[in-house]
Nanobody
C-alpha cells in the first residue's frame, strides 16, 4: 500500500509559478506510475499529467503542455509538478495518484490518491 501526501499549493498571481510535491510512503515508489489530476469547484476531476515508473515517459493534458512539467525522484519517493505561467483557470485542488499499471490518463486505473492541495491563481 502507498500513502501519498501533496504539498506546495497556495495563492499565486497570474503568470506566476508553483511547484507541487507528492511524498509517497513505503519502499516501492518506483514500482508505480504516477499522475497528477485536478478538480475545480463545481467541475469533475480531470487529468493533468502522468509519468512512467522510471520517469522516462511523460504525458500531459493539452491545456498544460508547455507550462507544466511532471517529474519524479525515486530515491526520495517524491513526485513533482512544476507549474509555470499559471492562469486563473488553473485554480483547483490538485491530487497525485499512483497506479501499478502503465502511466495512464484514466482515473479508474489509479489505486492510491492523496488528499489534495489547493492552488489558487488570482487575476
Amino acid at each position: 500500500q502507498v500513502q501519498l501526501v501533496e504539498s506546495g499549493g497556495g495563492l499565486v498571481q497570474t503568470g506566476g509559478s508553483l511547484r507541487l510535491s507528492c511524498a509517497a510512503s513505503g519502499r516501492t515508489f518506483s514500482s508505480y506510475s504516477m499522475g497528477w489530476f485536478r478538480q475545480a469547484p463545481g467541475q469533475e476531476r480531470e487529468f493533468v499529467a502522468t509519468i512512467s515508473r522510471s520517469g522516462d515517459s511523460t504525458h500531459y493534458a493539452d491545456f498544460v503542455k508547455g507550462r507544466f512539467t511532471i517529474s519524479r525522484d525515486n530515491a526520495k519517493n517524491t513526485l513533482y509538478l512544476q507549474m509555470n505561467s499559471l492562469k486563473p483557470e488553473d485554480t483547483a485542488v490538485y491530487y497525485c495518484a499512483a497506479t501499478r499499471t502503465i502511466a495512464a490518463m484514466i482515473q479508474s486505473v489509479y489505486d492510491y490518491w492523496g488528499q489534495g492541495t489547493q492552488v489558487t491563481v488570482s487575476s
